[in-house]
């Protein structure tokens, strides 16, 4: 009796894959919900850094709109900081 191995090969690593993928099955998952968790933490943190960035901006601009520009120091100064 002969076989060829290249056939048996291919059942046995297929068999060895359907084993293991149900064990796999949940730890993908764990690792998914994980990575989304961080992604959803990381994101809102860039969103709270825009969220301050563009009111730090427009706090900037409401200053130098209100100083009168007769005082062209103070003027000056927050004309530096704006920048």
Do not use: G, H
Not at 20 to 42: K, M, N
């Amino acid at each position: 009796m002969s076989f060829r191995c290249d056939l048996l090969d291919a059942v046995v690593s297929e068999e060895v894959l359907k084993a293991l993928r149900p064990a796999e099955a949940p730890t993908r998952t764990r690792r998914s919900a994980r990575t989304r968790v961080r992604d959803q933490a990381i994101l809102r943190q860039w969103q709270m850094r825009l969220e301050r960035a563009e009111y730090e901006v427009a706090l900037a601009e409401r200053r130098y709109q209100e100083v009168d520009p007769s005082n062209r120091l103070v003027a000056n100064t927050l004309e530096r900081r704006w920048e």
